[in-house]
């Protein structure tokens, strides 16, 4: 048994996300996760929200609550939605938990004994009517290059000009509007990454398995210009994981907390333990999957992320982990995406254009979004939703083919043999067609799933579905029925074994459903098929089984327009 684990990129706290974004990491690897455990591999899935940085205090103070109360509420919100659209994390956590706020303190500490953490005096923009340090971006004014008023303290975005908070004329805070700033001194820890450009560059150099795609932008980044840079590791915020060396105090750096983008990756780490934590496990049920030393050294450790995800997670969480010279498993395989855009344009979330994970939930079951979103994911390009593809696959692919078959050999049995699978009749050459078929068809799904692509695998088990309906409609039971029924009950046999076969494939792209046939068949024997023509005898002569209800609606015309209309505009 293999010991796989399993990372999804983690969301931001700060609103519900778009099915972009589920696409994008979270889903793809819950197929994954389904898939592996589905061959009777040992997995740990984990994923959180990401609660620290400025945007989540803008958006709490937006909602009118103190920050830890909004993030509490928001990550109830995220993990409901999470496990409505059936993501089986084995937890999904909290990047401001007390378990990521030590292990956080323990990393900077062990980085600053290694000599990888140097302290910088930076001058910054101050606020005294808020009380806080701004970041650039949370500073506007006028452009000195084109008199735009509300340029921001990082770039003005009528004429993309980089600029610096002391460029801007009649400078403001952009979260009070007060004009009353200073620059003040104030020191910040930056993650001495440049000294870490060989070990990182060894360290991709050995991954060969890796897509060009990644190891090529994580070269770009060690290797363009100057090369990798050192990266602040500290911010002036209150909401965020104090600094701390360990267990010690950090002289100088009372106040601050480690910027969000140190403690989230860590968070991955920390969220096993907040998983064994919460079922009263000891340290080493999570510590086997994270510590060489004590049992990692034989887990496969795959990511699922963005593509815009790449650098970091190639380059600055690994800087992290072997900056910290303790033995953390690395990642083995990165699996990125790129981008879902919607109906001619960008699902955006400040705009509030295209479809949210609440939304979607609201019109249509999780699986109809989820075989559309997998069976179209943005792999080696970006790929674009619309309401009339969403349409034509769901009634296509679901009720046409998957729905129409259950259907039609369920109600035929029932029709001529009761609700019980038929006995009598041997399966001939047809039957040995197909089981070649679906063999040789599995063996390639396998491979597909095995090596994470996501499309092809779908179109795969697609192909499967097809299979199994082009049988029923050659052989014709209802015609056989006729003349030779004992023929007709073998056929009836097959079919019914199918539907079971069906269920175990497809459960990683559509759970419910899966769980539905399989509910209908009667049965808990999910094994996988290793042995074709064995999985199709698993439901034997005499096992009753009910006729499930329709199970793929299909969308109409209106509907569609509908949705169109609705979802095209700004979302209140
Ligand atoms: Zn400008």
Redesign the pocket.
């Known amino acids: 048994m293999a010991r796989i684990l399993i990372t999804s990129a983690i969301p931001y706290i700060n609103g519900i996300k778009h099915l972009g974004n589920l696409i994008g990491s979270q889903l793809p690897a819950d197929l994954f996760a389904r898939y592996q455990r589905g061959r009777g591999n040992e997995v740990m899935f984990l994923c959180a929200t990401d609660e620290h940085g400025t945007p989540a205090e803008l958006a709490a103070a937006k909602a009118g609550k103190p920050v830890a109360e909004y993030c509490a509420e928001m990550h109830e919100v995220q993990a409901d939605i999470a496990k409505r659209f059936g993501l089986s994390f084995d937890h999904f956590g909290r990047s401001s938990s007390p378990q990521n706020h030590k292990l956080t303190q323990h990393f900077a500490g062990k980085l600053a004994k290694a000599g990888l953490i140097r302290e910088v005096t930076e001058k910054q923009v101050y606020s005294n009517a808020d009380g806080r340090f701004l970041p650039d971006r949370y500073i506007e004014g006028t452009?000195p290059?084109?008199?735009?008023e509300k340029?921001r303290g990082d770039q003005?975005e009528?004429?993309?000009?980089q600029l610096d908070p002391t460029d801007l004329i009649d400078p403001r805070s952009a979260i009070s509007g007060s004009t009353d700033l200073e620059v003040r001194e104030t020191k910040h820890l930056y993650l001495r990454q440049s000294a870490m450009k060989d070990q990182l560059d060894a360290w991709i150099d050995s991954k060969t398995d890796w897509p060009v795609l990644t190891t090529s932008i994580a070269k770009k980044w060690l290797h363009d210009g100057d090369g990798l840079q050192d990266r602040g590791i500290t911010r002036d915020l209150d909401w965020g994981i104090p600094v701390k060396k360990g267990d010690e105090d950090w002289p100088g750096m009372e106040g601050k907390v480690f910027y969000v983008w140190f403690d989230a990756p860590i968070e991955y780490i920390a969220c096993a333990k907040e998983w064994a934590d919460a079922h009263g496990k000891p340290d080493a049920e999570w510590e086997r999957w994270w510590r060489t030393d004590k049992g990692a050294d034989d887990v496969r450790y795959v990511q699922f992320m963005g593509k815009d995800n790449v650098p970091f997670h190639t380059l600055s969480f690994p800087a992290t982990i072997l900056g910290s010279g303790e033995p953390w498993k690395l990642v083995d395989h990165l699996k990125s995406f790129n981008y879902l855009n919607y109906d001619g344009g960008q699902f955006s979330t400040s705009q509030g254009r295209g479809v949210f994970m609440d939304q979607a939930l609201d019109i249509l079951p999780a699986d109809y979004w989820r075989w559309w979103l997998l069976s179209h994911a943005p792999e080696s390009s970006d790929s674009e939703f619309t309401w009339e593809n969403f349409q034509q696959s769901v009634n296509k692919d679901l009720a046409d083919v998957l729905g129409n078959f259950v259907s039609r050999i369920t109600k035929f049995c029932r029709s001529k043999f009761g609700e019980e699978v038929p006995s009598g009749g041997a399966y001939g050459e047809r039957e040995q067609a197909l089981i070649e078929e679906l063999t040789k068809r599995i063996r390639a799904y396998e491979a597909h799933m095995e090596a994470m692509e996501v499309r092809k695998s779908a179109q795969e088990l697609r192909a499967i579905w097809v299979a199994g309906n082009e049988y029923l409609q050659a052989a014709a039971p209802w015609s056989t029925f006729k003349e030779d029924p004992e023929k007709a009950a073998a056929q009836v046999r097959l079919g019914l074994n199918l539907i079971r076969l069906y269920a175990v494939l497809s459960a990683p792209f559509i759970p419910e459903t899966s769980a539905r046939m399989l509910s209908a068949m009667n049965t808990l024997d999910t094994n996988w098929p290793e042995d074709v023509e064995a999985a199709l005898s698993a439901l034997p002569a005499g096992h009753e089984f009910a006729v499930p209800d329709v199970l793929f609606a299909k969308i109409t015309d209106e509907q569609r327009e509908d949705w169109q209309t609705r979802f095209a505009g700004v979302r209140s």
């Open positions: 452009c290059n084109c008199g735009y340029a003005c009528n004429c993309t000009k």
